[in-house]
C-alpha cells in the first residue's frame, strides 16, 4: 500500500516554462513533507520542505503547495533551467508521538527539461 | 562543513555473504537514517539510529541490523545477502531525532552476484 503516490513517471517542460510535480498522500497523520532531487549515481539532494500547518514555502524558484483537505502536494519550478533536469522525489514523515520515524518516498518523476 | 559520507561507493558480493557499510553524518548531526533504493521498490526506510538506539524500523527482514556509535557514525549489516539485496543503499543524516529535512550521501551500490 504506497502511502506516498507520484503519478507521473516522467514529465517534459520547455526550458523557461514551469514545472509542476505532483504528489499526493494517503495517511493523514503525515505532518512534514519534503521534495528532493536526485541524479543518477547520487544521493538524494534536498530541496525543499512544508510542515502541516502551512499551505505554501518558497524558496527562489521553487514553491511547494500543500492542500491537506486534497492530501495533495505539489512542486513548482519556474523558471525551469537545463540543470533542472533530474528525478523528484516528494516524501512524507509523521513525527506524531515523540518518536523519530522514517521518510516515505513516493517513487519519483523523471523531470526532462527540453532546450 | 563535509556532508554525509558513505563507504564503500561499490561493493560486489556473493549471494550467502554478509557485508557492512558504513556512514559517517553531517558534523553536529546525531541522527542518522538508512535507505534501500531498488528500480520496482523506490526509496525504502530501513532504520533510524539516534544516540547510539534504534529508534524506528521499517518493514525489513532481520538480515538486516545496524549500530551506531557515540561519535554518531553509523554502520549496517546485511547478513546472508540474497539477489534482491542489490540495492542503492542510502544514508541520511539528520541534526536531531524526529529532525525534518534529511541529507543525504552518495549511497552505496550493493551488488549481489
Redesign the interface.
Known amino acids: 500500500d504506497q502511502q506516498v503516490k507520484q503519478n507521473s513517471p516522467s514529465l517534459s517542460v520547455q526550458e523557461g516554462r514551469i514545472s509542476i510535480l505532483n504528489c499526493d498522500y494517503t495517511n493523514s497523520m503525515f505532518d ?1 513533507f ?1 521534495w ?1 532531487k536526485k541524479y543518477p ?6 530541496l525543499i ?1 512544508i510542515s502541516s500547518i502551512k499551505d505554501k514555502n518558497e524558496d527562489g524558484r521553487f514553491t511547494v503547495f500543500l492542500n491537506k483537505s486534497a492530501k495533495h502536494l505539489s512542486l513548482h519550478i519556474v523558471p525551469s533551467q537545463p540543470g533542472d533536469s533530474a528525478v523528484y ?1 516528494c ?1 512524507a ?1 509523521w ?1 506524531g508521538g ?11 518523476t523523471h523531470l526532462i527539461i527540453q532546450p | 562543513k563535509a556532508g554525509v559520507t558513505q563507504t564503500p561507493r561499490y561493493l560486489i558480493k556473493t549471494r550467502g555473504q554478509q557485508v557492512t557499510l558504513s556512514c559517517s553524518p553531517i558534523s553536529g548531526h546525531r541522527s542518522v537514517s538508512w535507505y534501500q533504493q531498488t528500480p520496482g521498490q523506490g526509496l525504502q526506510f530501513l532504520f533510524e539510529y539516534f544516540s547510539e538506539t534504534q529508534r524506528n524500523k521499517g518493514n525489513f527482514p532481520g538480515r538486516f541490523s545496524g549500530r551506531q556509535f557515540s561519535n554518531s557514525r553509523s554502520e549496517m549489516n546485511v547478513s546472508t545477502l540474497e539477489l534482491g539485496d542489490s540495492a542503492l543503499y542510502l544514508c541520511a543524516s539528520q541534526r536531531a531525532e524526529g529532525g525534518t529535512e534529511a541529507f543525504f550521501g552518495q549511497g552505496t551500490r550493493l551488488t549481489v552476484v
Do not use: I, V
Open positions: 512534514y519534503l528532493y549515481a547520487e544521493g538524494p539532494t534536498f520542505s522525489f516524501a514523515r513525527g515523540g518518536g523519530a520515524d522514517g521518510l516515505t518516498f513516493g517513487k519519483g
